[in-house]
């Protein structure tokens, strides 16, 4: 791979894939970032990077959904493979407004897809277990678990993984799915359940659990998924999917229970109030999954791929994470990002 194109790559996973990649891999060639820089792409996250690999990353402002666009990309670059991270990912924006997603995780993925099939590219596909719908108390999601999502953003993705299964099997397309469970870590935009927490406690609002808090998700720290892609991009085998997961089931409120008893040390309140104290039980949200939890036997016996990292210090380097780098977090907490937050609380 001499010219990476990964798109999405100024959002959570995409910038950390890239700075693995630059930082951490054997990986020589050169990145073309492809991000419209929607809410939650921050080209910040890869301020330093565009510095010290100017001669090797390349940044393109672009939409996915628009075609003409990505065929500039590829009249002027010579891409030789593409790993697809752009979406809408966020699962309560996608029951508020199904539209973007939509456009973007299926349509924009069929754009990549045509491009690849006109220059016969290899083509890795980064998607979610969140495509199986909900497990029952016991079991796993394996790769041959049935296709049944429950939201709108996990519906995109599903129709996306589809699309890219059928282009390997009637174009001989040489593709690779991956399919990853919940994943934390640095430079998540404060939406998701993990900064978002974090984020409020520090400024002492409401800790918003839905439900009853019982709500399961496997999680898995965001450099062992790049690690993971990173693999599959290198030898998995094309027309496959791997399934990816932490090993780690924890239900939501004791995972906010955790980040507020680190919170508790890390960053004590004057009054040395308990953060516990700002949990909120508020409404539950519509065709809320209940458990999710990963098989990733056949990543780990193929590829040798195993998660590193243990979620007790995960969890802990994020939340420092957080607290050390006060000025990105100031930058991503827009008036958009107010505004959401607001519509949130009204629920
Ligand atoms: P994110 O929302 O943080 O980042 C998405 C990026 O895609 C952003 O930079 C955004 O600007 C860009 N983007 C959105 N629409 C675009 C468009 N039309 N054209 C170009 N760029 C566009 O999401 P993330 O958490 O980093 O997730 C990345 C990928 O990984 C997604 O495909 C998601 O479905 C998948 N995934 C995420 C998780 C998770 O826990 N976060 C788990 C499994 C799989
Ligand atoms: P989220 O980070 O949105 O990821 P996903 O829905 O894709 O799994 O949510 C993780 C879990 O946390 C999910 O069960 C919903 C729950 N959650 C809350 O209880 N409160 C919140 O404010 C958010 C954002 C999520």
């Given at each position: 791979?001499?010219?990476?194109?990964?798109?999405?790559?100024?959002?959570?996973?995409?910038?950390?894939?890239?700075?693995?990649?630059?930082?951490?891999?054997?990986?020589?060639?050169?990145?073309?970032?492809?991000?419209?820089?929607?809410?939650?792409?921050?080209?910040?996250?890869?301020?330093?990077?565009?510095?010290?690999?100017?001669?090797?990353?390349?940044?393109?402002?672009?939409?996915?959904?628009?075609?003409?666009?990505?065929?500039?990309?590829?009249?002027?670059?010579?891409?030789?493979?593409?790993?697809?991270?752009?979406?809408?990912?966020?699962?309560?924006?996608?029951?508020?407004?199904?539209?973007?997603?939509?456009?973007?995780?299926?349509?924009?993925?069929?754009?990549?897809?045509?491009?690849?099939?006109?220059?016969?590219?290899?083509?890795?596909?980064?998607?979610?277990?969140?495509?199986?719908?909900?497990l029952g108390p016991k079991g796993l999601f394996t790769e041959?678990?049935?296709?049944?999502?429950?939201?709108?953003?996990?519906?995109?993705?599903?129709?996306?993984?589809?699309?890219?299964?059928?282009?390997?099997?009637?174009?001989?397309?040489?593709?690779?799915?991956?399919n990853c469970s919940n994943n934390y870590g640095p430079y998540?935009?404060?939406?998701?359940?993990?900064?978002?927490?974090?984020?409020?406690?520090?400024?002492?609002?409401?800790?918003?659990?839905?439900?009853?808090?019982?709500?399961?998700?496997?999680?898995?720290?965001?450099?062992?998924?790049?690690?993971?892609?990173?693999?599959?991009?290198?030898?998995?085998?094309?027309?496959?999917?791997?399934?990816?997961?932490?090993?780690?089931?924890?239900?939501?409120?004791?995972?906010?229970?955790?980040?507020?008893?680190?919170?508790?040390?890390?960053?004590?309140?004057?009054?040395?109030?308990?953060?516990?104290?700002?949990?909120?039980?508020?409404?539950?949200?519509?065709?809320?999954?209940?458990?999710?939890?990963?098989?990733?036997?056949?990543?780990?016996?193929?590829?040798?791929?195993?998660?590193?990292?243990?979620?007790?210090?995960?969890?802990?380097?994020?939340?420092?994470?957080?607290?050390?780098?006060?000025?990105?977090?100031?930058?991503?907490?827009?008036?958009?990002?107010?505004?959401?937050?607001?519509?949130?609380?009204?629920?």
């Amino acid at each position: 791979m001499d010219y990476l194109m990964i798109t999405g790559g100024c959002g959570f996973i995409g910038s950390n894939l890239i700075r693995h990649l630059f930082l951490n891999s054997d990986f020589k060639g050169s990145i073309i970032n492809v991000d419209n820089l929607s809410y939650a792409g921050n080209p910040e996250n890869l301020e330093d990077i565009k510095t010290e690999f100017s001669n090797r990353y390349i940044f393109v402002q672009a939409d996915i959904c628009d075609m003409d666009a990505l065929a500039d990309i590829f009249d002027k670059y010579p891409v030789d493979a593409i790993c697809h991270l752009a979406a809408q990912s966020h699962v309560d924006r996608s029951i508020e407004k199904p539209d973007d997603f939509i456009q973007t995780n299926i349509n924009g993925t069929y754009n990549l897809l045509e491009l690849a099939r006109k220059y016969m590219i290899r083509f890795h596909h980064v998607s979610t277990d969140e495509v199986y719908g909900s497990l029952g108390p016991k079991g796993l999601f394996t790769e041959t678990s049935l296709y049944m999502p429950s939201s709108p953003y996990s519906a995109s993705k599903a129709a996306s993984d589809h699309l890219v299964r059928a282009w390997g099997v009637t174009y001989n397309l040489p593709v690779t799915i991956s399919n990853c469970s919940n994943n934390y870590g640095p430079y998540q935009f404060p939406e998701k359940l993990m900064p978002l927490m974090v984020l409020n406690a520090l400024g002492k609002k409401a800790l918003p659990v839905y439900g009853d808090g019982l709500n399961i998700r496997d999680w898995l720290y965001v450099e062992d998924h790049c690690r993971a892609i990173v693999k599959i991009l290198q030898d998995g085998i094309l027309g496959e999917t791997y399934n990816v997961g932490g090993n780690c089931e924890m239900a939501n409120i004791d995972v906010v229970n955790m980040i507020c008893d680190i919170l508790d040390k890390m960053a004590p309140t004057i009054e040395k109030q308990p953060h516990r104290e700002l949990i909120t039980f508020i409404k539950d949200r519509p065709g809320h999954d209940r458990r999710y939890a990963i098989d990733s036997t056949k990543i780990t016996q193929k590829l040798g791929w195993k998660p590193e990292e243990n979620f007790a210090s995960g969890i802990e380097k994020t939340i420092k994470w957080y607290l050390d780098n006060q000025k990105w977090v100031e930058r991503v907490q827009t008036g958009e990002y107010r505004a959401w937050m607001e519509r949130q609380y009204k629920k």
